[in-house]
């Protein structure tokens, strides 16, 4: 290594981020609720990485390819079929993955206080998560980690600049945008406007094959995984029937007014 | 056991939301607390005080509180926890930001989204984009909820006279700093208070052309929304997004411009009252859960729209 790459090494840090990368249902996917209503069926339905967390992955590598990070670690907590997610994270550009290997569907105190033991042990500069998972959108495992390792938090991110040891995150509320500065290390959760995914290209899938996957227990991390929540039934919504097609706007309006009474 | 809700405003106004969640607290206890943390809030203070059914109202006014950072209310939240068998607050970017941070300090599960409460330990929320709606029951001592404020008509905002508790304690990290913010104002209605909502989707082809809908929505008195396309492609900003990763909407009135009806937009306003859907595809999605359907091309169809009304 040559000294000016050493200068530059030690002037920008080894800054290490972990991604986190959970498996779910593709989004295309219109999940149907099991007849006994214990859940949704999941045999035979296509599963894919869950969106915002494609997101996250593809963040973590623009920023080692911007010379900011040096090592990009994607986590998946749940069961041996989450090495394809991870695998998946891998084919993008991550450099290794770490399966937590629990039942799938834990809650996600039990997830964040996985991931956060997991982040301590690699002690990770910056944490990327998606905001939500899109099964169970629960939307709240990111804001977990940041409370049980005391880290600042930037939630529903569509911006990122890392600059002097701190992340300054554009974030989409409600009202509009919000920009925070959050001291490193930090948690940020992916909105979806923070930038597209890269199609993993061939070559970089075979890569990602040899690239290693460290298979931890929740044993050895010392966490116990039990929950207090009890799901006591599933069952579909109500369906909503559709109702007529209108010949015009005449007609739509006349609709509105007289029979819909929604407009005066 | 005392309930405590988090009330969500602007350090000026107490918002809607936080009326919705009371009337969900009401199924759970009638000893309800507000918590306002701000600065410079006292007329927020004021205006809960005689919202219905609050018992008190407990001010952190402070400095380090104004934009209501996660790290600061949460340690506040948690200082003040033992009180409480419940606590909750609207489901929206605010309280979803600040619950889940507050629940695992506390060492308990959070739920999102509660859409109906069963009994002041069984709720049940909507997963997988509303495909299916899970009744759970948690035993922990504390249950963290944020409320999705379309599941419960909101209490009236006069009647009450709650006590005033002055809360003195000051939490400030510097891990986390304010920068700057850019709001959007608007003379139109929040979009998840209207009683109408006009929305576009990549259909509209433009930010532009959005002036189409917009001149409905004003003769209307509408609120503007969108769909994600419309977003992603840069035609109208990101909080008017409806759907499972945007706002939840249930206006009395929901009119869907150029948006196909993906299940993830269905997801953010298929508990409108009446659905219409201006469509030039017969066969988009949107047709299947709308009581009016229009098969037509909106730049003709919305402009007469606009004269009709
Ligand atoms: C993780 C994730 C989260 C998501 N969250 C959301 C969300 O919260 N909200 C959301 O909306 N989407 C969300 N989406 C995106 C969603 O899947 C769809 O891609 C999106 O809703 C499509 O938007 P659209 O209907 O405007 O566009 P399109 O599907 O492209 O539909 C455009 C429609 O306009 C019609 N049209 C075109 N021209 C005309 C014309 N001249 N006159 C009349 N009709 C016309 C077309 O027939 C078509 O039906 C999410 C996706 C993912 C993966
Ligand atoms: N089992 C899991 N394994 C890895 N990451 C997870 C898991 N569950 C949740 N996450 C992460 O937490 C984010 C938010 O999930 P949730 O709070 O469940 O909506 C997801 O986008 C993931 O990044």
Redesign the interface.
């Known amino acids: 290594m040559s000294e000016i790459d050493l200068i530059d090494k030690v002037y920008r840090g080894f800054m290490k981020i972990l991604v986190t990368v959970k498996r779910v249902v593709d989004y295309n996917v219109k999940v149907r609720v099991k007849a006994d209503q214990s859940g949704v069926e999941l045999a035979n339905v296509k599963m894919s990485i869950n969106p915002f967390c494609e997101i996250a992955v593809e963040e973590a590598i623009r920023l080692k390819e911007k010379g900011l990070a040096t090592e990009v670690v994607v986590v998946s907590v749940g069961s041996k079929t989450c090495q394809e997610t991870l695998r998946t994270a891998l084919a993008l550009g991550a450099d290794r993955g770490i399966q937590v290997d629990t039942e799938d569907g834990l809650d996600s105190l039990a997830v964040a206080k996985l991931v956060a033991k997991v982040a301590k042990e690699e002690a990770a500069d910056l944490i990327i998560m998606g905001k939500q998972a899109i099964d169970s959108d629960n939307n709240q495992t990111g804001q977990m980690v940041a409370a049980l390792l005391d880290y600042p938090q930037a939630t529903f991110a569509s911006e990122i600049v890392i600059e002097d040891g701190a992340a300054q995150v554009t974030r989409e509320i409600d009202g509009g945008l919000q920009v925070l500065s959050v001291a490193l290390p930090a948690i940020v959760t992916t909105d979806l406007r923070l930038n597209e995914p890269r199609f993993a290209s061939l070559p970089n899938i075979m890569k990602a094959k040899r690239k290693p996957i460290a298979v931890k227990t929740a044993e050895e991390l010392g966490v116990n995984t039990q929950s207090n929540v009890e799901t006591v039934s599933v069952a579909s919504p109500s369906d909503r029937k559709a109702g007529i097609k209108v010949g015009s706007v005449a007609e739509l309006v006349e609709k509105l007014k007289h029979e819909a009474k929604v407009v005066s | 056991m005392s309930l405590l809700i988090i009330a969500e405003h602007?350090n000026n106004e107490l918002k809607p939301s936080t009326l919705n969640t009371i009337a969900a607290a009401q199924k759970i206890s009638d000893d309800i607390h507000v918590l306002i943390a701000g600065s410079q809030c006292q007329s927020v203070v004021e205006q809960t005080v005689q919202v219905e059914s609050v018992q008190k109202v407990l001010v952190a006014d402070n400095g380090a509180y104004e934009?209501q950072?996660?790290?600061n209310i949460?340690k506040l939240v948690v200082d003040i926890a033992d009180a409480y068998g419940h606590i909750l607050s609207p489901a929206?970017?605010?309280g979803?930001?600040?619950?889940?941070?507050?629940?695992?300090?506390l060492?308990?599960?959070?739920?999102?989204?509660v859409v109906e409460v069963i009994s002041p330990d069984?709720f049940v929320r909507?997963?997988?984009?509303?495909?299916?709606?899970?009744?759970?029951?948690?035993?922990?001592k504390v249950k963290v909820l944020t409320i999705r404020t379309t599941g419960f008509d909101a209490v009236s905002s006069q009647g009450g006279s709650a006590e005033v508790v002055i809360l003195e304690q000051v939490i400030d990290?510097?891990?986390?700093?304010?920068?700057?913010?850019?709001?959007?104002e608007s003379d139109r209605p929040e979009l998840?208070a209207a009683s109408?909502i006009v929305s576009g989707g990549r259909g509209m082809g433009s930010g532009e052309n959005f002036h189409l809908i917009e001149s409905v929505a004003d003769k209307?008195g509408a609120a503007v929304g969108a769909s994600?396309a419309a977003?992603?492609a840069g035609f109208v900003?990101?909080?008017w997004q409806v759907g499972?990763?945007g706002?939840t909407v249930a206006p009395?009135?929901y009119i869907a411009v150029g948006i196909s009806g993906a299940?993830?937009h269905l997801a953010g306003m298929?508990d409108s009252?009446?659905?219409?859907a201006i469509n030039k595809d017969?066969e988009a999605p949107i047709?299947?859960?709308?009581?009016?359907?229009?098969?037509?091309d909106l730049f003709e169809?919305v402009p007469?729209?606009e004269k009709?009304?």
């Open positions: 602007d934009h950072l996660a790290e949460s929206t970017t605010t979803k930001n600040l619950l889940p941070r507050v629940a695992a300090l060492d308990v599960a959070q739920l999102s989204d069984t909507p997963i997988y984009a509303g495909n299916a709606l899970a009744t759970v029951k948690t035993t922990d990290s510097t891990q986390s700093q304010f920068i700057s913010e850019q709001l959007a998840t109408i209307l994600r977003v992603d900003p990101n909080d499972q990763t706002k009395d009135l299940i993830q298929k009252k009446v659905i219409v017969e047709f299947q859960i709308a009581d009016y359907g229009l098969v037509a169809a007469e729209l009709s009304l």
